[in-house]
């Protein structure tokens, strides 16, 4: 009872500020409230907009209050920042900021995708990849090849990430590993989700753990710290056809960014050479914030390491 009371007042907040329906546009990506009040969206195909709504800064202080009592966390001017899962509400990711680490309260969510594209709906309908793009990846599904996804923020990974998804056979056990439960795992027969909890138990944690679950792949959401190591090390064990998303900006750079944080592991030295043996493919992908498209940017095929550089091609 006590946590539907505290829905509903999260329910009761969010209509308040004039934000309730906007989590439920299937359109939208992130909905933002900023200092100044205005409200924000990112629209899927059309880039950020500003809504014409100012939302008064009592009503998105309420917003940020309600959200941490909802998942049991505080939020004041000596704990000023919330991040927290909306689990009620899509499973929204909620980012909340009070004074004085800004100087009126402020909030960001990040909807999950609930419209989930294949390959051939990206390609045909949203334009994100060329048919040449679609048998790359496609092909690479099937050879079981290990894909790295790389971009910026809000670029699409996570949608992309969906898509591929769909291409896995039905028969293949699939365990996935999240900070925040993005990925559409119901769209595979044979899946066993797991995600972090702050503070006791980390992805690197997780990825040891998949390990004894029976994969025939493993997914990590996103790699962003030390478990970039233990994942270099299951991926060469025999657990081929990975996926995972990175923060970079191409090919090289996802190569670069990945040695960086297996060194977070306090391993003696980079693992180029293991680096070059396991990641097969590097899809970038990038935002045009005038034009509002995401898109496909480059494929690169890594072939190795020669002991001085990387030995890729872009085949895309």
Not at 61 to 77: Q, R
Not at 185 to 213: E, H, Q
Request: charged share 25%.
């Amino acid at each position: 009872m006590i946590r539907e009371n505290e829905r509903l007042a999260v329910e009761a907040t969010m209509k308040n500020a004039g934000v309730y329906d906007l989590l439920y546009d299937n359109d939208l990506t992130e909905i933002m409230a900023n200092p100044d009040g205005k409200l924000w969206v990112d629209r899927l195909g059309k880039g950020r907009e500003f809504t014409g709504i100012i939302i008064p800064a009592e009503k998105r202080e309420a917003v940020i209050i309600t959200c941490a009592s909802y998942c049991g966390e505080l939020c004041h001017k000596k704990l000023p920042l919330l991040e927290a899962d909306l689990i009620d509400f899509g499973y929204a990711r909620f980012q909340g900021v009070l004074p004085p680490v800004t100087h009126a309260p402020a909030f960001s969510i990040r909807r999950k995708a609930i419209l989930n594209y294949s390959l051939d709906e990206l390609s045909e309908a949203k334009g994100m990849l060329t048919k040449d793009h679609v048998y790359i990846i496609r092909a690479a599904v099937i050879e079981k090849k290990n894909i790295l996804i790389a971009g910026g923020t809000n670029t699409g990974k996570t949608t992309f990430a969906n898509a591929i998804l769909k291409e896995f056979a039905d028969n293949e056990r699939v365990i996935t590993l999240e900070d925040t439960m993005e990925l559409e795992t119901s769209i595979i027969k044979d899946c066993f989700p797991l995600r972090t909890m702050n503070g006791t138990v980390t992805m690197d944690t997780l990825l040891r753990t998949a390990l004894r679950l029976r994969p025939d792949r493993i997914l990590l959401g996103e790699v962003r710290g030390k478990e970039a190591w233990s994942l270099l090390k299951a991926l060469s064990s025999g657990h081929s056809g990975g996926l995972c998303t990175i923060h970079a900006f191409g090919g090289k750079s996802a190569l670069t960014r990945l040695e960086q944080l297996a060194l977070e592991a306090s391993i003696k030295q980079i693992p180029k050479d293991l680096i070059g043996e396991v990641i097969d493919i590097i899809v970038h992908i990038e935002f045009d914030a005038k034009s509002g498209i995401r898109k496909i940017a480059d494929i690169t095929k890594v072939h190795g390491f020669d002991g001085k550089e990387y030995i890729v091609e872009k085949v895309g």
